[in-house]
């Protein structure tokens, strides 16, 4: 006689009506997968009567002392940034005069070869930086 196994004879213990026809039969019929269920019974009978696990101590207190709150610091302030806009501004202001002839003596070709160099950069730099907002944007969803 081949017996029931130990997850037939489990859910049988714990919910008789789900089980197949087969094995309400050899469980009526068998005192050796009678007696596993009973032990079954027993076994789930101490679990349920076990209390519920609670920690015996303040677990958020715990978990905040390892959170580490990173020290908000100033920004230093961009000391050569603001140098190269006053150099830019005072250069500006003193060749006024002649930055309208600034492109004159430059050849037609080496003119459009400029723009369209700076573009592409322009264009790359634009799509490297919408790429890694799109990056920074999938890290936040995943939060
Ligand atoms: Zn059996």
Redesign the pocket.
């Known amino acids: 006689?081949i017996?029931?196994t130990d997850t037939e004879i489990q859910e049988y213990v714990l919910d008789r009506n789900a089980c197949s026809t087969q094995i309400i039969a050899?469980m009526q019929s068998?005192d050796?997968?009678k007696e596993a269920a009973a032990a079954y019974e027993i076994l789930f009978a101490g679990i349920r009567a076990q209390p519920d696990a609670v920690f015996d101590f303040e677990l958020s207190e715990l978990v905040l002392e390892k959170i580490q709150v990173p020290e908000r610091t100033r920004k230093p302030v961009p000391v050569l940034t603001i140098l190269l806009s006053i150099l830019c501004a005072g250069g500006s202001y003193f060749f006024r005069n002649d930055i309208a002839h600034l492109f004159s003596g430059i050849p037609p070709l080496l003119l459009y070869f400029i723009i369209i160099s700076t573009g592409a950069v322009a264009l790359f730099l634009l799509a490297d930086m919408y790429k890694g907002y799109q990056q920074k944007m999938m890290q936040l969803d995943r939060y």
Request: net charge neutral.
């Open positions: 006689m017996h029931l050899h068998c050796t997968c």
